[in-house]
């Protein structure tokens, strides 16, 4: 238990991570939120039961380099944690996929390539969060926050703590309406 609450207060620290004047870079800063966000959900059994959690990084070489150095030799919930460089065609394998880059559109088709699929789904802005992806990284009065759109997790079956959700801003999902 004094890990779990000592990982939250660390969530909670990045959280409130100043973007000016700081001495960590974007890229660690964003590579540090994308392992809090993989230690606070819990995918279905049927998603790789055994074996590595796999954080996958598109289009943004810089922060798939800070989050290889981040995760080296770390294990969550009893896995360890790889991560890879995934192409469009492999995003299935991932447990997180964090989509880098400016291409927002881009992001957004790649969700219908893994609709339905137990994937934590990332990328910059909070519209992403709003347009069908899982959590958008944006930044608000200098400081890197997060949105989550639970309802996609949900559709996908990845389960959030409810400690993360707490420390988001919760959007509602402009893609699905539901009936």
Same mark, same amino acid.
């Given at each position: +238990? ?19 004047g ?8 964003? !590579?540090?939120f994308?392992y809090?966000?993989?230690k *606070? #959900?819990?995918?279905?059994?049927? !998603?790789?039961p ?15 380099? #800070? ?8 294990? $969550? ?10 192409g ?13 880059g ?7 088709? +790649? ?7 137990? $994937?934590?789904? $990332?990328?910059?802005?909070?519209? *992403? ?8 990284? *944006?930044?608000?009065?200098?400081? +890197?926050?997060? !949105?989550?759109?639970?309802?996609? !997790? ?26």
């Open positions: +238990m004094p890990r779990l609450v000592a990982t939250a207060l660390a969530v909670v620290a990045i959280g409130e991570a100043p973007l000016r700081q001495t960590v870079t974007q890229p660690a800063l964003k !590579a540090a994308l809090n966000f993989a *606070f #959900a819990e995918w279905p059994t049927e !998603a790789a055994t074996g590595p959690l796999i954080l996958c990084v598109i289009d943004d070489s810089a922060v798939d380099d #800070a989050l290889s150095q981040l995760v080296r030799g770390s294990v $969550v919930n009893g896995r360890p944690v790889a991560v890879q460089s995934a469009h065609d492999h995003l299935r394998v991932c447990h997180l996929a964090y989509f880098g400016t291409d927002a559109d881009g992001a957004i088709a +790649m969700l219908d390539e893994i609709k339905g699929a137990p $994937v934590l789904t $990332v990328s910059d802005g909070e519209q *992403f969060a709003r347009r069908g992806g899982v959590i958008g990284l *944006f930044v608000e009065d200098g400081k +890197m926050r997060f !949105a989550v759109n639970a309802a996609a !997790a949900q559709r996908g079956g990845v389960r959030l703590s409810s400690r993360l959700l707490t420390l988001a801003k919760l959007v509602k999902d402009l893609r699905h309406v539901e009936p």
